[in-house]
C-alpha cells in the first residue's frame, strides 16, 4: 500500500499528481491520497477578508492559527474548492475516488489542543481560542473497505475532536498516521521543492537521504512539520518515506523510482 501526500502550496498540480496515481492504480496499485490546501486557504481568506496569522510553538514550529473565522474558511477550501479538483481529476482519468474528512464516520480522531504556548511577534501569548488538534486514531477498517472495493479514498482535514466538533490538523502527520495505521510500505510527500534541500535557496542541494534525529527540525515553509510527520511514519513502520518534487510530470513514479529525499 501506498500513501501519497499531495502539497497544498502554489506550484503542485494535482492534475499531474492524478493522472501519475489513475495510472499506478489502474496497474493495481492500493493508494490513499491525503492533501491540505495551504495555498487555497491563504487565497479563500484573502478574499473573505479574514486575516491569517502563524503561531511559533516554543520548539520552533510553525502553524495556522485556526481561530474560528479560520477553521470556517480551512473547510470551504479543503472540502469545497481542493477535494473536487482532486476527486474530477481522478473520475476523469477513470478512477472510483471518494472524498473524506476526519468527519466522515469519524475517519481521524483528534485530541484537541486546550491552549497553546505560541510565540507572536516576538512575544510569548497563551492562544485560547485555536480550534486544532493531534491526530490519535484513524478508522483503517473504513479505509480498507473502500480500498477493497476498487475505491481510491481522498483524505484531509478537519479531523474530529471529543466533542465531535471539527479541528484542524495538519496533513503531513494525517498522511503519516494514515500509513501507520494501514501499515504502508512507502508514504510519498509531494512538494513544491526538489525534496529535502541542504540549502533552503538552492534547489541543487538536493539531498539523496537524510537521517533523522531526536531533536525537533527547526525548518522554514512547513518543511519541520513535514519532516516531524516523516519521523511519526518511520517509527510507527513504514518502510520507506520520500519527500519529492510534486511540480513534474508523472511525480509518484519518479519518487518511487528513486527521485526526492529518502528519509531514515
Ligand atoms: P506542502 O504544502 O507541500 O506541505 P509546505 O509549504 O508546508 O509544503 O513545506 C514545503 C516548503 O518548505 C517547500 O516548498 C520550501 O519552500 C520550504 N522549505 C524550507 N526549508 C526547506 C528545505 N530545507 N528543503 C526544501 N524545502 C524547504
Given at each position: 500500500l501506498l500513501v501519497v501526500k499531495i502539497g497544498g502550496a502554489a506550484g503542485v498540480d494535482p492534475s499531474r499528481v492524478c493522472t501519475d496515481v489513475a495510472a499506478l492504480v489502474h496497474r493495481g496499485r492500493r493508494i490513499v491520497l491525503t492533501h491540505g490546501g495551504s495555498a487555497s486557504v491563504d487565497e479563500l481568506a484573502g478574499a473573505l477578508g479574514v486575516p491569517q496569522r502563524e503561531l511559533l510553538s516554543a520548539s520552533g514550529v510553525r502553524t495556522r492559527h485556526t481561530d474560528p473565522a479560520t477553521l470556517r474558511v480551512l473547510q470551504l477550501a479543503l472540502l469545497g474548492e481542493v477535494r473536487p479538483a482532486v476527486l474530477g481529476e481522478l473520475g476523469r482519468a477513470g478512477i472510483r475516488a471518494v472524498g473524506l474528512s476526519g468527519l466522515d464516520a469519524n475517519l481521524l480522531r483528534a485530541e484537541r489542543r486546550a491552549a497553546i504556548r505560541a510565540i507572536i511577534d516576538g512575544r510569548r501569548v497563551l492562544v485560547r481560542d485555536d480550534h486544532s488538534g493531534r491526530i490519535t486514531s484513524v478508522d483503517g477498517g473504513l479505509l480498507r473497505l473502500l480500498l477493497d472495493d476498487g475505491v481510491t479514498p481522498v483524505v484531509s482535514p478537519p479531523a474530529v475532536a471529543e466533542d465531535g466538533r471539527p479541528v484542524n490538523a495538519n496533513a503531513d502527520r494525517i498522511a503519516a498516521a494514515v500509513a501507520v495505521e494501514l501499515k504502508a510500505r512507502t508514504l510519498v510527500f509531494l512538494t513544491?521543492?526538489?525534496?529535502?534541500?541542504?540549502?533552503?535557496?538552492?534547489?541543487?542541494?538536493?539531498?539523496?537521504e537524510h537521517a533523522l534525529g531526536d531533536e525537533t527540525p527547526k525548518m522554514g515553509g512547513g518543511m519541520g512539520v513535514k519532516l516531524i510527520a516523516a519521523r511519526e511514519a518511520l517509527r510507527g513502520g513504514v518502510e520507506t518515506v520520500i519527500i519529492a518534487d510534486?511540480?513534474?510530470?508523472d511525480p509518484v513514479t519518479r519518487a518511487l523510482d528513486g527521485g526526492g529525499t529518502r528519509l531514515r
Open positions: 513544491a521543492a526538489p525534496g529535502l534541500l541542504a540549502d533552503p535557496a538552492d534547489p541543487a542541494s538536493l539531498l539523496a510534486g511540480r513534474t510530470e
